[in-house]
């Protein structure tokens, strides 16, 4: 029986993960929490409190999966941004590993993001042994929570492990992919006809496949990930496989780019347009080889399934 600990039962990814994990009867789950999550199987055991990181466990945990953190905020509020990241992501996370390290935790799987590589590609795609370049305060706070738990974990018997997905989606996606589907949804053009741009994504479920894998391949140990579906996509590809699998047929109009981009700097929204028109592939060759990992989900199969469960929930 392995135990296993989880932080960020209650986000997009963390309700997904423990729902696949419950499945497996060689598993123990256990969870940090805020608040009691009601939908979690009573055989999981909760460990609420306000600070999920100061939160003491006495069970023998042989992996942690440290999901919780501050994610992208769509209206920040705060004066100093990247301090409150660094106090969830860096200070939160050291927190929850230096008990992770006490008490001799076999693995610590820790959710970064691609972000820390960069927000664009323009030759080569992303790979783990890229120089770093992180362009948001939430991507410098993952960098920095990376670099320190590598010291912390350096010399001793808890093995490490990173993960830096690209943007994660699913029909109940939160954030700019939950309005990218109200907007597909709609029967608006939309300005992509002349987008031949490549970006890379991952599938909820290819997502927490992949972790699923990490929990126990010796290869995986003290190893840093980049994680996406098979293949990039275009803006517009991607439009395209939302809208069929909505049933609704896509609509495109051309309007140059460079007429996009000034009008997305006048409007303060360099960043938005950055995302829908610029690329950013991510290479997974090292995954495919060292742990024999696929996505099980193609790019198509994924977002056409995004499309036709979002309908759903709209029902």
């Known amino acids: 029986m392995i135990k296993i600990l989880i932080t960020g039962a209650s986000g997009f990814v963390g309700q997904t993960l423990i729902q696949k994990l419950h499945h497996n009867r060689n598993l123990e789950l256990i969870v940090l929490s805020r608040k009691a999550v009601k939908t979690l199987?009573?055989?999981?055991?909760?460990?609420?409190?306000?600070?999920?990181f100061s939160i003491q466990w006495s069970e023998d945990i042989d992996v942690v999966i440290h999901l919780a953190g501050r994610a992208h905020i769509l209206n920040e509020q705060t004066t100093d941004p990247l301090s409150e990241f660094r106090k969830v992501n860096v200070d939160g996370t050291l927190q929850l590993a230096r008990q992770a390290l006490d008490k001799k935790v076999k693995r610590f799987i820790f959710m970064s993001s691609i972000g820390v590589n960069g927000s664009v590609t323009l030759q080569q795609p992303f790979t783990e042994d890229a120089l770093p370049q992180p362009h948001a305060d939430y991507a410098v706070s993952k960098l920095e929570a990376e670099q320190e738990l590598k010291k912390l974990f350096a010399g001793s018997d808890t093995e490490l492990v990173i993960i830096r997905p690209p943007l994660v989606y699913a029909a109940h996606a939160p954030g700019n992919f939950a309005r990218l589907l109200k907007l597909v949804a709609s029967n608006l053009p939309l300005p992509f006809a002349g987008t031949n741009n490549k970006r890379s994504f991952v599938a909820l479920e290819n997502l927490v496949d992949f972790i699923q894998t990490c929990i126990e391949h010796p290869n995986a140990a003290n190893q840093t990930f980049l994680v996406t579906d098979q293949t990039p996509i275009s803006t517009r590809e991607l439009v395209q496989y939302l809208k069929q699998g909505m049933g609704k047929p896509a609509r495109f109009i051309y309007i140059p780019?460079?007429?996009?981009?000034?009008?997305?700097?006048?409007?303060?929204?360099?960043?938005?347009?950055?995302?829908?028109?610029?690329?950013?592939?991510?290479?997974?060759?090292?995954?495919?080889?060292?742990?024999?990992?696929?996505?099980?989900?193609?790019?198509?199969?994924?977002?056409?399934?995004?499309?036709q469960n979002y309908l759903k929930m709209k029902e």
Do not use: R
Request: glycine share 10%; charged share 15%; hydrophobic share 40%.
């Open 41 to 52: 199987h009573n055989d999981i055991h909760q460990l609420v409190g306000n600070d999920i």
């Open 257 to 307: 780019q460079p007429l996009m981009k000034l009008g997305a700097a006048c409007i303060g929204k360099s960043k938005l347009y950055e995302q829908l028109f610029e690329s950013l592939e991510v290479d997974t060759t090292k995954g495919q080889k060292l742990l024999g990992w696929t996505a099980p989900l193609s790019t198509q199969q994924a977002m056409l399934q995004a499309g």
